[in-house]
């Protein structure tokens, strides 16, 4: 379905990716020894989230003919204790009533990136 690769030397934390076709770079911020050339695995993480929401959201407000103008995601990701949380501020833009903002909302919680780290995944590991 997905294919990404990464690539890391000896220049710090500097890590060269390709995915979909696409070069990206990633390395850590200068408080954790990197150069900050490119956002952080996390970063990235909530990178891929955000756009699977607004995405999903576009096509499905263009499946309902509904007039979704924007869609616009923010997401903190942090800690507490022992338990990760991602929080999620979708803002929708258009002329929406409020039920289907309502159902927009619940969208958000059935895009298919969300699902995947709500419910988890097998990563196996080999030697290459």
């Not at 408080?31 to 929401?53: E, F, H, I, Q, R």
């Not at 501020?89 to 619940?106: C, N, S, Y």
Request: proline share 3%.
């Amino acid at each position: 379905m997905a294919r990404a690769t990464a690539h890391i030397g000896t220049d710090d934390y500097a890590t060269q990716i390709v995915a979909g076709g696409h070069k990206l770079t990633s390395d850590e911020p200068s408080d954790n020894g990197g150069k900050n050339v490119g956002p952080a695995p996390y970063d990235l993480l909530l990178a891929s989230l955000s756009a699977c929401t607004a995405i999903t959201l576009r096509m499905y407000a263009e499946r309902k003919g509904w007039d979704l103008k924007a869609a616009d995601v923010a997401l903190h990701f942090y800690r507490v204790e022992d338990k990760e949380i991602i929080d999620r501020v979708v803002t929708l833009t258009g002329d929406l009533d409020e039920a289907q903002i309502a159902r927009l909302l619940d969208v958000c919680e059935r895009t298919p990136v969300t699902k995947t780290l709500k419910t988890g995944l097998t990563i196996n590991t080999s030697r290459g």
